[in-house]
């Protein structure tokens, strides 16, 4: 089984930042892709980011190109989202997931998730 804490959520002016931390636990390979989702309420999960675990290949939502960046610690087991110039449209909960297989940006394809943990960006 795998199992996924994030941290690092909070309340943040626009334009400033934060960092999202996901530590991960069990098999190595439920996980070999990680990945961001958000929430805001009344709207449908969507895909921020994600990792190859293995080669760290990335991918990004267009709505966060150049502004996010996702990494990953491999010795730590755990993946971060620096979120930089953050907008009131960013406003959501955080959640990491992860996956087995081929990557997928779709987040009916990820079979663990974390608890999740809430982004608010005031203007």
């Known amino acids: 089984q795998v199992q996924l804490v994030e941290s690092g959520g909070g309340l943040v002016q626009a334009g400033g930042s934060l960092r999202l931390s996901c530590a991960a636990s069990?098999?190595?390979?439920?996980?070999?892709?990680m990945g961001w989702f958000r929430q805001a309420p009344g709207k449908e999960r969507e895909f921020v980011a994600a990792i190859t675990w293995s080669l760290g290949i990335t991918n990004y939502a267009d709505s966060v190109k150049g502004r996010f960046t996702i990494s990953r610690d491999i010795a730590k087991n755990t993946v971060y989202l620096q979120m930089n110039s953050l907008k009131p449209e960013d406003t959501a909960v955080y959640y990491c997931a992860a996956k087995a297989g081929p990557y997928s940006d779709n987040y009916l394809h990820y079979d663990h998730w974390g608890q999740g943990t809430q982004v608010t960006v005031s203007s």
């Open positions: 069990g098999r190595t390979f439920s996980r070999q892709h």
